[in-house]
């Protein structure tokens, strides 16, 4: 058969069999990033299915993707309260990130996969997942309650926080030496200060650049700045993804709000190609021997979520219960892991072992997340020892 | 009033209010404009009791409901020292002999002494209205005067054609 011809049918197969996916997850109140990677592990080497035909066009696709993840996590901000959220609460970020790395380096480092493995995993215990959260939230009826925007500030400070460290990574997986690595969080620190200060003054000037009634010239300008943007921060050793993020922190007010409208389809369809292409690459195979490290891994970040979250709240004057629901909340791991994964195991720095332990990682943490935020109530009660929940006699 | 305004990163904005009773009630507005109505919980003040989302007509409605009770609590409250007068409403309902027609058709002034001193419809509140104003099924009159004469007006007012 004609290699196009083949990638078309097996593009076809992927994207139908995603959409079931997808509809699945959705029905049963779950994020459908575990299902991609799921989906991805079947269909690839040593899975079910072996889909060889369509790696060129995922690999450029899923590129795209963790660009328009970061270019609509960053228009989810406004540089606003970035700045607020960093001066609030930047102890409880800085509590957040020792305890979240740390278990993450310690298991890299008895896997022994080295001080570049020891990052790389610190990242991925790091970061809790700021899409399954905010939609847990939302979906719990949380948004009115005291201990949210504690949450929230600690996601603002992580997603941050990620901006400085996805330049660090990428110029250390690239093999720079130490100056370089310090080079280029030099470079990236300054140009994150400077697009939050052009942004608190001058955002409207790019936002009104790409701004355009015609639907199609608005799609066309946003993804060809996004492109461009993370094109030219990859060249200068920043990361596109970390370019994307601060182009959508640049663009505000009402057409952040329509290039959220007109860009979700597209992260979509593009993103669910990154996490499939990730589960494509990793052999199923590979993951029982890891499984265990995984659980013991998710045990302990859970737990390290819990107390993060649990001294934010306590630090806001919040009781009991309010702590628990915040802990919980912070559990979920989901994008941000697979992407720092996806780009340890592109530059070949990595053992591939790490993919797996990534892959099951996040299929644990994305699948226990927002069970345990649901769940947590009623568990902190068991422990109080008190009955059931006196029941709202009126409101 | 102490309004407090909390800014939820990502999802958009909370605005609440302590009550006397010292639960928070207030407002969730989405980034893309969906509003949720959130009221915090007897026995855990952090958490909500219930969050209810309301599309756009129903919060406007809502809140111009909220607004016409005090309206009238406020006319009530101004005429307590006027011994006899008070607040009435009354509702114009479907086939009513009014509904449809000017408010000056109904000559309540000069046939019963009383005044309709605003209308209440679809969650809006018409002040004064003038005597071309329209009156609606569904309005609400809201009228001032002694009780004979608020009871002279109910008849008019809901005899039907």
Known sequence: MDPTTLSLIQLGIVFFGLGFLGRLAGRIGMSPVPLYLLGGLAFGEGGLVNLGGIEDFAHIASEIGVILLLLMLGLEYTARELVTGLRQSWMAGLLDLVLNMLPGVAVALILGWGPVGALVMAGITYSSSSGIIAKVLGDLGRLGNRETPVVLAILVIEDLAMAAYLPILTAVLAGVSFLGGLTALGISLAVISAVLVGALRYGHIVSSALDSPDRESFLLKLLGAALLVAGVASALQVSAAVGAFLLGIAISGGTAENATRVLEPLRDLFAAMFFVLFGLNTDPGTIPPVLGFALILAVVTAATKVSTGWWAARSQGIATMGRARAGAALIARGEFSIVIAGLAVASGAVPAELAALATTYVLIMAVFGPVAARYVEPFVRLFQGKKSPEPEPSF | ?161
């Open chain 2, 1 to 161: 009033m102490n309004i407090e305004e909390t800014p939820l990163p990502g999802i958009g904005v909370r605005r609440e209010l302590r009550l006397a009773n010292g639960r928070r009630m207030g407002v969730v507005t989405h980034r893309d404009g969906q509003t949720e109505l959130i009221i915090s919980r007897r026995d855990d003040p952090d958490a909500c009791a219930a969050s209810i989302p309301l599309s756009a007509e129903e919060s406007s409605a809502l809140g111009a409901l909220l607004g016409a009770t005090q309206l009238i609590a406020q006319l009530s409250a101004e005429q307590k020292d006027v011994p006899g007068v008070t607040t009435h409403q009354i509702l114009i309902r479907e086939g009513s002999e009014y509904a449809g027609r000017p408010l000056g058709d109904t000559h309540m002034r000069t046939r019963t002494g009383t005044s309709i001193v605003a209308l209440l419809r679809g969650g809006d509140v018409i002040g004064s209205p003038r005597p071309d104003q329209l009156l609606e099924p569904g309005d609400l009159a809201v009228i001032v005067g002694t009780d004979e004469g608020l009871a002279e007006a109910a008849l008019i007012l809901q005899s039907r054609t």
